[in-house]
């Protein structure tokens, strides 16, 4: 298999875009990625579109506005993961020699829901019982407190954070900083989660071109590998699980760490999935950034932030970037474009050279999560 590199990247400033379409919403970063990879739409052979609540065809009507058609278009629906779905299908396509240039897509307008928790398959026995993700994620929270000792304070710690990086983001939903004590008093969502630890709903898009080593080397941009990319489903367990310990993630991790040749130890930035606050102290152990068990030191002691071990989520994270769902995973994947190749500003990880990205989607019964995908990229020299 030959290289598959990021040669463009863009995103729209998340938030409550009402008035727009799929299409208003993910023309202006397509547009302006394909502008700086230095490719015409004539040039791409192949389009993957994320996306969770866009309905049929959600690509095609994207496309067609800029009389793009006649290639394969791939729309991928798979929860919060989707966005990074789709780039790990352009990975797969580009590396494989398939195609020589993919563009990927990621979009959603949560909006159109008018507030209040995700819709979720009705047919699920847990959804059934009144299961939605808050829940889910405050069920983790409470375990994670009652095993590890910890005060719900630590909880908040995570949105303060988040807050202060995404202060710095532009394209954040959020951009004011928060204190401890405004999380907690924050309104409750689902004990101990209030409504500062929860990832806010809205819309947004994003957009990266992906090319092989040849093209990568005529063109005058600014290129990052994609030195791996691995997508697993949950897998099936009744009975007792660990909600601590989530499979999928750990699996995934494992994997991408052995197909780029590198270890958790090598990784200078990561965007992972904190829709809530439990999340990232979760992910922090099983993408192996810290020992198990040592996740809550591992954040007071600022080792995942700027000056740490390794800057968790310069973005804002979920948490403040907002959460588009099938936008996100390719959200990351600008983020960390724009980070190893020091176009992030403010919020720039000072020598950044290996960046990783990590989206989960959906909860479904008798499943860690229904699908998580995990991308490794590297500045090219």
């Not at 290289?3 to 995103?11: E, N």
């Not at 959460?323 to 980070?339: I, K, L, N, R, T």
Request: overall charge negative; hydrophobic content about 40%.
């Amino acid at each position: 298999m030959s290289g598959a590199y990021i040669v463009g990247a863009a995103m729209i400033p998340m938030g409550k875009h009402r008035d727009s379409s799929y299409s208003g919403l993910a023309l202006p970063p397509v547009l302006r990625a394909l502008r700086e990879s230095g490719l015409g739409k004539d040039d791409i052979e192949a389009v993957y579109c994320g996306h969770a609540f866009g309905g049929m065809l959600t690509g095609q009507r994207i496309i067609k506005e800029i009389g793009m058609g006649g290639i394969p278009v791939m729309n991928v629906d798979n929860a919060c993961s989707g966005g990074a779905s789709a780039l790990h299908l352009a990975f797969k396509s580009v590396s494989s020699g398939e195609h020589a240039a993919a563009l990927v897509i990621g979009v959603d307008k949560l909006t159109q829901f008018g507030g209040g928790t995700l819709p979720l398959v009705a047919e699920d026995p847990e959804v059934q019982q009144g299961m939605v993700m808050p829940a889910l994620y405050a069920m983790r929270a409470r375990r994670y407190l009652h095993e590890r000792g910890e005060p719900v304070s630590l909880l908040a710690q995570v949105s303060v954070k988040a807050r202060r990086h995404g202060a710095k983001n532009p394209f954040a939903q959020f951009r004011k900083e928060i204190t401890i004590d405004e999380v907690l008093a924050s309104r409750a969502i689902c004990d101990p989660l209030t409504l500062l630890q929860c990832c806010p709903t809205g819309d947004g898009a994003a957009a990266v071109v992906v090319v092989n080593e040849r093209l990568r080397r005529r063109l005058d941009a600014r290129a990052v590998e994609i030195a791996g990319s691995v997508l697993h489903s949950g897998t099936p367990t009744t009975g007792f699980r660990n909600m601590l310990r989530p499979e999928i993630t750990r699996d995934c991790a494992r994997d991408v760490y052995e197909q780029a040749g590198l270890g958790p130890q090598d990784v200078d930035v990561v965007e992972l999935h904190d829709a809530f606050t439990i999340a990232e102290l979760v992910y922090y152990e099983a993408l192996g950034l810290c020992q198990d068990g040592e996740s809550a030191r591992f954040l007071t002691a600022g080792k995942s932030t700027y000056g740490g071990d390794v800057v968790v989520n310069p973005s804002g994270g979920l948490l403040s970037k907002g959460h588009p769902v099938g936008c996100s995973g390719v959200a990351q994947a600008v983020e960390m474009y724009w980070q190893l190749t020091e176009q992030a500003g403010a919020r720039q990880v000072p020598g950044a050279r290996i960046g990783m990205t990590h989206v989960t989607g959906g909860g479904i019964a008798g499943l860690d999560h229904g699908a998580c995908a995990v991308h490794i990229l590297k500045a090219s020299d």
